[in-house]
Structures are given as C-alpha cells and as structure tokens.
C-alpha cells in the first residue's frame, strides 16, 4: 500500500464512518478495486480499517469533547465520590451509564463472533452489497413510521439497550454502525439529530476498544512504512470525519435520511452488477 492509497483510504474512512452507508463496506470495495487486500490474509486488511478508525474516534472526541467531560465528571462525581441514588443523578451522569448499557451488547457478540469478524466473511461483496440494500429498506420504514418528538433528555435505559442492539448489526459488514443505530434511534421515535448525536457518542467505547485491539495485534503485520501509512490514513480519517459530524447534524436538522437510502441501495446494485459482470471479485 503507498502512501497515497493510505490518505485516501482515510478520507473515505472519515466521510463514510458517520454518514449512515457505511465504511466498512466502502473502503472493501476500494481495497478490492486497488487489489489491496489478501485473500490469503484477510487479517491485515481488517487490522488496517480498525486502526484507521481511530482516527474517527478522535474525530467525535474533540467534537464533543465539552459533552464527554461533563458526562464523565457527572458520572464519577454522582457514583463515586458522592453517590446518589439512579433516579435522583443528573442527566450527565445518566448519559454514562446509558453509553455503558448501549456498549454491552456489542462488546459480547464482538468478542463471541471475533474470529469471524474478522476472516473472509468481513470482506465478501456479496454480503456487503445485500446489507447497503436491506438497511436502506428498514432505514426507508423507520423514516416513514418514526414520530421524530423525542429528544436527547427523553432517553431512557431501555432506549440504550435497544440502539445498543441495533449496533451489533453493525457487526455485518456493509450494515454501517452508524446506519444501524441511526435506524434504531428513530424506530424510537427520536428526532434524526438526537439519534445521530447518541449514534456518534456510543460509538466512542467500541471504536477505542476495536481499534486499540486491532492495532495491538497487527504490530506483527507492519514495517515502517505501514506505520507511516496508517498514521497519514488516520490523520486524514480524523480530519475529514470531524467534518462529516459537523455536515451530518447539520443536514439532520432539516432533512431526511432518504439520500442515503437511495445512496446505499445504488452502490448496493453497482456491487452485485461489478460482481455478475466479474469486474471485481466477492
């Protein structure tokens, strides 16, 4: 991989980890179109999207850096040094318990399905192009029956758990994290901000987890221009996904999610019709 491969592969990573068409699917296809990935070793491949993805996470930490600190002193201030009971903590602190339980489910299927999170599966066309298809249809019905009257004070535990739910699908390549949980939010009838903002907030712990692991266990894997390539590709993922938090809560304010539904059902076809025709392999 050259250097320039690794820059834009990372601003891909950045425009596409927070826009609800998913990254994983996207930097697949690009990694297949550039041959950059093994079939023999489909680990590297994943190993290089998950530390790339910390480039994202620095993204949505210095966006809501003032909303983590708040939610982190609350939270340890309220529990710790001077506790309280749950019902009677501030709504900082319960925004930490609730990224807590919408972690949970993702964190257990993450490590019971790991092996196969990451081997071929991960980097099958095929599955990636059904799932840009069939997230954009249960996306299209949450647009269409979500009531879009709650917002992020209304969040309850239950709400945690159920978007925490929804993220595991994330977990199929081509669902997109924050699609699912997106989708998910408004099926609860959360405004499209609102869901965006707590997609983007829970997706902090399992990015940091993921790609910290990932970066851990692919040290055996990269040279010294692997390390330069992956650092460049993460400055340019943290770059440019900042500015895709700051575009997307912006178009959320007063649009609908319909452009990305159309969006990911036309790269879902364009898939299948590069596969059929033997452009691309699966």
Not at 30 to 47: F, Q
Not at 174 to 203: K, N
Not at 253 to 268: D, L, S
Request: proline share 2%; hydrophobic share 55%.
């Amino acid at each position: 991989m050259s250097t320039i491969q690794a820059i834009f592969l990372g601003v891909i990573q950045g425009i596409t980890e927070f826009l609800p068409i998913s990254s994983t699917g996207h930097l697949t296809l690009a990694g297949k179109l550039m041959n950059l990935i093994s079939p023999e070793n489909p680990e590297k491949w994943t190993a290089f999207m998950a530390v790339i993805q910390l480039g994202t996470l620095l993204a949505v930490i210095v966006y809501f850096w003032k909303d983590l600190i708040l939610i982190a002193k609350d939270f340890f201030k309220e529990n710790i040094s001077s506790r309280k009971k749950i019902k009677e903590q501030s709504h900082n602190s319960m925004m930490g318990w609730f990224l807590i339980i919408a972690t949970l489910p993702v964190a257990i299927i993450g490590l019971v399905f790991k092996h196969k999170i990451e081997g071929v599966f991960t980097k099958n066309l095929y599955v990636i192009a059904i799932s840009l298809i069939v997230l954009a249809i249960i996306l299209a019905i949450a647009e269409k029956t979500g009531k879009f009257n709650r917002e992020m004070k209304s969040l309850k535990w239950y709400d945690a758990l159920i978007v925490g739910i929804a993220q595991c699908f994330a977990l199929i390549p081509g669902s997109s994290r924050s699609g699912t949980t997106i989708t998910g939010g408004l099926f609860l009838g959360f405004t499209r901000e609102t869901a965006a903002r707590f997609s983007f907030l829970m997706s902090i712990p399992a990015v940091a987890a993921s790609g910290l692991l990932e970066f851990y266990q692919s040290l055996k894997y990269i040279n010294t221009q692997g390390v330069l390539n992956m650092a460049l590709g993460t400055l340019a993922a943290a770059i440019v996904g900042y500015l895709s938090i700051e575009l997307l809560l912006r178009f959320l304010k007063k649009n609908t999610t319909f452009v990305f539904i159309v969006y990911r059902i036309i790269v879902g076809i364009l898939i299948l019709v590069l596969l059929n025709f033997g452009i691309i392999q699966p």
